[in-house]
């Protein structure tokens, strides 16, 4: 079984740029649909990016032309690169990767967007 670790959340102003990292353990790291999802207070987790382990992607809507998810199978790591940040981008982000039935989440890692 693989865990997931996130990292590289934290506080950005309006318009700022974050990139949050995953880091996998395990050795088919590669085969795996990683996608990152979002959840704000008082709201539903939400799908944000997924990246298949043939490196075909999907976005939300509200992040199209903004956030950019990408994967270094040699480091065992998923990105997603987080331009133009809005207020509405705060949440705790978190990872899940997906092989066959097995899915598994990461802890979480806070974003805040806020002058």
């Known amino acids: 079984q693989v865990q997931f670790v996130e990292s590289g959340g934290g506080l950005v102003q309006p318009g700022g740029s974050l990139r949050l990292s995953c880091v996998g353990s395990?050795?088919?790291?590669?085969?795996?649909?990683m996608g990152w999802y979002r959840q704000a207070p008082g709201k539903q987790r939400e799908m944000v990016a997924i990246?298949?382990?043939?490196?075909?992607?999907n976005y939300a809507d509200s992040v199209k032309g903004r956030f950019t998810i990408s994967r270094d199978n040699a480091k065992n790591t998923v990105y997603l690169q987080m331009n133009s940040l809005k207020p509405e981008d705060t949440a705790v982000y978190y990872c899940?990767?997906?092989?066959?039935?097995?899915?598994?989440w990461g802890q979480g890692t806070q974003v805040t967007v806020s002058s």
């Open positions: 990246i298949t382990g043939g490196g075909g992607t």
């Open positions: 899940l990767g997906t092989v066959n039935d097995y899915s598994s």
């Open positions: 395990g050795s088919i790291f590669s085969i795996y649909t």
